[in-house]
């Protein structure tokens, strides 16, 4: 299995452009995630879905950030417009939702720069 | 509300010594709990997991944990550090039914030649 795949890997926008980040899960995995890591809050979930439908997006900072999941080979993170405080590494994860106990699988990440 | 507390922020080791980083759970049951190491600019990556089996769970790269009910604990032990080990490391927990992994914030480990 090629892994969950994001992309693209590293991201440099200007403050006020929209940007669009890709998440391909683990092919059969009912659950998908989202994730921002920072050196000041560390790792924070932002939304996560089941079966291609959102199910809890209390981590979603701001109306600027969306996501959706279309189909269970993709899911997209949007950010509209960007700022400076977001730029960080987006995380997506996947798992197996009757499979437990509950690990996720963790794509590279997305290193979003916004000057 | 659940919480992971890693003891420790940065942690440095001699190559060869024992490795320890600690990880403490808040939780009214025993929760799932989960080590994952993260290189630079990489994902995360599994360890081991404790499933409610067996309380000393062998993970990859030589690493082992141990679930301590009594003290809420979860330390992560590797017998030899090797310079391959340095990385970040998170400990992580959910309960059962729940979907939502709580992650500690993270320690990073250095070893010194």
């Known amino acids: 299995d090629a892994g969950v795949i994001q992309s693209p890997r590293h991201e440099v926008t200007e403050m006020g452009q929209e940007v669009t980040l890709r998440c391909k899960p683990i092919s059969g995995h009912d659950y998908l995630f989202w994730y921002r890591q920072t050196m000041m809050r560390g790792l924070e979930l932002l939304i996560y879905f089941n079966n291609n439908v959102p199910i809890d997006d209390s981590g979603m900072p701001e109306d600027r950030f969306s996501a959706k999941m279309p189909n269970a080979s993709f899911s997209t993170l949007k950010i509209q417009p960007s700022e400076p405080r977001d730029s960080a590494v987006y995380f997506c994860?996947?798992?197996?939702?009757?499979?437990?106990?509950?690990?996720?699988?963790f794509g590279p990440g997305t290193r979003l720069t916004v000057t | 509300a659940q919480s992971v507390t890693q003891l420790g922020s940065h942690v440095s080791v001699s190559e060869g010594a024992l490795v320890l980083l600690r990880c403490n759970y808040s939780s009214s049951v025993p929760p799932y709990l989960f080590w994952y190491v993260q290189y630079p600019n990489q994902g995360l990556q599994l360890l081991l997991k404790y499933t409610s089996a067996a309380t000393l769970v062998k993970g990859i790269n030589g690493f082992e944990a141990e679930f301590k009910k009594s003290e809420t604990s979860f330390h992560l032990t590797k017998p030899s550090a090797h310079m391959s080990d340095a990385a970040e490391y998170f400990c992580a927990a959910t309960l059962q039914g729940a979907q939502k992994l709580v992650f500690g914030q993270g320690t990073r480990l250095t070893i010194n030649p």
């Open positions: 994860a996947s798992r197996l939702g009757l499979a437990g106990p509950y690990e996720q699988y």
